[in-house]
């Protein structure tokens, strides 16, 4: 998530249904993997995620997906030393 994120960056999220393209959201797509995507755009049975980091290939963007699992949207970062900002 490169030049929004960073590695090390702590990420707050909460439970909402009201996710709309462009959030910030943590999901676990399958029981092994968590992820941080930018919605690209989203329905009540599917999902297409995004990557800021236009460098970096990953299997889970500009696919669609089942929205069968969770999705949390984030609403804080924090990054030492000591910075923190909303999304």
């Known amino acids: 998530m490169k030049p ?6 702590f990420v707050f999220v ?32 599917s999902v297409i995620f995004s990557s800021d980091n236009k460098k970096t290939n990953s299997s889970f963007s500009d696919i669609e997906l089942k929205r069968n699992f969770q999705i949390l949207k984030a609403f804080l970062v924090f990054r030492l030393p000591l910075y923190f900002f909303f999304l």
């Open 4 to 9: 929004t994120l960073n590695h090390n960056d």
């Open 14 to 45: 909460y439970k909402t249904k009201n996710i709309q393209a462009n959030d910030i959201v943590v999901a676990q797509p399958d029981k092994k993997t968590l992820i941080i995507k930018r919605i690209k755009r989203i329905n009540s049975d």
